[in-house]
């Protein structure tokens, strides 16, 4: 039997109590490094949507099995006219941007 836990608080609010609300020099170092860890999450997730390897997906970017590794493993921060030709050229998809202010 599961028993209710009421100490569960949401990811905004373990951010806020740990690191600060938004605008904190903390908080927003956090966020910034998310935003980078992210991009290679979501490359990882389309190269495994399209069913492809590291290797494929270089050769049609032409670039490196490394070079994508480091970014999908955010080892290595990617230049955005290198991430629109992975995308576009390697995934066959469109990169959208978007500013947030």
Do not use: C, P, W
């Amino acid at each position: 039997m599961k028993t209710k836990n009421n100490n569960t608080i949401t990811l905004s609010q373990f951010k806020d109590k740990h690191y600060g609300k938004r605008g904190a020099e903390m908080r927003e170092k956090l966020e910034a490094g998310y935003e980078t860890f992210k991009i290679g999450a979501l490359l990882h997730e389309a190269r495994v949507a399209k069913g492809l390897t590291q290797d494929a997906l270089a050769e049609r970017a032409g670039t490196t099995k490394s070079y994508i590794s480091k970014i999908e493993n955010d080892v290595k921060e990617v230049r955005i006219s290198t991430l629109q030709k992975i995308v576009e050229i390697g995934l066959g998809g469109r990169l959208q941007l978007s500013i947030k202010l």
